[in-house]
Structure formats: structure tokens, C-alpha cells
């Protein structure tokens, strides 16, 4: 949404770079801890995990993929906590590239996502495990330039319905954002945009590695197809299967515990569903 700003004084070089034209290195350096440790710590806060944890007394981490981000946790507990997750973590990316922009416009802008796109996939609250960035991805993407961002959107949706593969539409997606954002700059390149295609390759070098495992399965023919709704297998089946699973033995003589799947607003009040 910033480049329809971007022919404004004010949209490209931010609130705080459009005032200040005679800015400092000292200054500089002290906002650029505004633009890279908030938005850091804004993608560590973890919507996954909080979810998973404050309605389910669980972690998400522990199921499926392992992974903390939307798609495991629509097919671990279903939609509503999907619909948690997303608006939590979209909002956050969304804060963290408006703080970016307020301090020197599209760059700094670029710069926070980044480094919320960062704290998603490595959070500092949560031992540094958290979700693939795909979805800060999305906001970023939206936030940035919707040209990318609708372009991308319609390769996504196309190679998802084809394949119901969201691991292999996301790779492809990342894989283009670079080169998407180079052709369409080149027309009107700015201040800071070699910096940004740097940025742009980062993260689809980040996203390949971090799907790196999906891939193989896919190309092994056992990578789960994506449904909009909750697994077959859920995550108290899933603790069930583990506490049949070989282990030490366990003195405490507590009954392996049970997920409320009621406990999000409009639940079924600890009922599993059929």
C-alpha cells in the first residue's frame, strides 16, 4: 500500500526523514534501533504459539510439522484458531513496517519487515522456534508494493488449487518476489533500492532452506496436501500416539493431558469434534 505514497515527498522519505533533511549519523544509528529491534521483537511475538497455548494449554510446535504458523495450526485445531493466528500475525508485520516508514519512508519501511519476518521464524520469546514467515511475508508484500503482492497472490491461489501443495506455492512465490521487484523498479529506481533487492533475495533464500524438508517430501510423494479445514488426526490423537510410543517410564501417574477444543470463542466446551 506504501507505493501509492510513493510520489509524495512525505510517502517516500517517511514522517521523521521528510522534517529532518539534515540528519546525523549518531541519530541515524539510535533510530535505526526503532526500525530493526521493535519490529524484531513485534514478528517474536508469536500468534501460533500464543494461541496454542492460551486456549489449548499447548504448543503448537509439538504437533504436525512442528512448525508455529498458519498452516499447521488450521490443520491441528481447525479454523477459528486459524483465523487467530492469521489476523495476529498479519497485524503485527503491518505495525512493524508502519514504524519502518515512519522513521525514513519506503527503505526503513523495507528494513522493519524484514527484520519482523526475522523475528517470526526466529523468536527470542520462544527459544527461537517459531514459523516459516510466509504469512509476515504476505503482509509485507501488501504493505510494500500491491503490484508484487497481487501478482504473487494470483500465482499462489493458481498453484495451490492445482497442487494443494502451500509449501511448493510459497517457494515458487518467494523464488519471484526478487525478480518481480527488480523489473518493476527499474523504471523508477530510488534511494536505497539495491538494498532492497538484497533484502528481497535474502528472503527467498530464507524461505527455501526453511521449506527445504517440505520439498523433499514433495518430490517423495508424501508431503500432506493442504485442506481448509482441521486434520483427520488431531492433536490429542497425536499425544495419544506419543504416549503409546516407547519412553521411560513416568512416575508422576498423571493421566496424559487432554486439548479443549471449545476453547476459542464459539467451541464445542471441550467436546471433540466428529
Not at 523495507?110 to 527484520?115: D, K, L, R, V, Y
Not at 533487492?197 to 528472503?203: D, E, F, H, M, W
Not at 530464507?206 to 510423494?221: D, P, S, T, Y
Not at 482441521?230 to 503409546?244: V, Y
Request: aromatic fraction near 14%; proline fraction near 3%; charged fraction near 15%.
Amino acid at each position: 500500500m506504501l507505493q501509492f505514497f510513493m510520489r509524495y515527498q512525505t510517502g517516500y522519505m517517511g514522517l521523521i526523514g521528510s522534517l529532518w533533511q539534515n540528519r546525523t549519523t549518531v541519530p541515524e544509528l539510535l533510530l535505526a534501533v526503532v526500525y530493526i529491534l521493535i519490529p524484531y521483537l513485534l514478528g517474536s511475538v508469536n500468534t501460533a504459539i500464543i494461541v496454542s497455548g492460551k486456549f489449548y494449554r499447548d504448543d503448537i510446535r509439538n504437533y504436525g510439522s512442528g512448525n508455529a504458523g498458519f498452516t499447521n495450526i488450521m490443520r491441528i485445531y481447525g479454523k477459528r484458531a486459524a483465523i487467530f493466528t492469521f489476523v495476529g500475525d498479519f497485524l503485527k508485520t503491518v505495525l512493524a513496517i508502519l514504524i519502518g516508514w515512519c522513521c525514513f519512508g519506503y527503505l526503513t519501511a523495507t528494513i522493519a519487515g524484514f527484520a519482523c519476518f526475522i523475528g517470526h521464524i526466529f523468536p527470542v520469546f520462544y527459544q527461537f522456534r517459531g514459523g516459516k514467515g510466509i504469512l509476515c511475508l504476505t503482509a509485507m508484500l501488501f504493505m510494500l508494493d500491491w503490484r508484487i503482492f497481487l501478482i504473487l497472490l494470483g500465482i499462489f491461489l493458481l498453484v495451490v488449487g492445482m497442487t494443494k501443495y502451500i509449501s511448493f506455492g510459497s517457494v515458487l512465490c518467494s523464488l519471484l518476489y526478487p525478480l518481480l521487484f527488480n523489473r518493476l523498479n527499474q523504471a523508477r529506481p530510488f534511494t536505497g533500492m539495491w538494498i532492497c533487492q538484497i533484502l528481497a533475495i535474502l528472503i527467498a533464500a530464507i524461505v527455501v532452506i526453511k521449506h527445504w524438508g517440505n520439498l523433499k517430501r514433495i518430490f517423495e510423494g508424501t508431503e500432506s496436501k493442504f485442506q481448509f479445514k482441521k486434520s483427520k488426526k488431531t492433536a490429542e490423537e497425536e499425544a495419544a500416539e506419543k504416549s503409546a510410543e516407547p519412553r521411560e517410564e513416568d512416575n508422576s501417574g498423571q493421566a496424559p493431558k487432554k486439548i479443549n477444543y471449545g476453547a476459542l470463542p464459539g467451541g464445542t466446551g471441550g467436546k471433540k469434534k466428529k
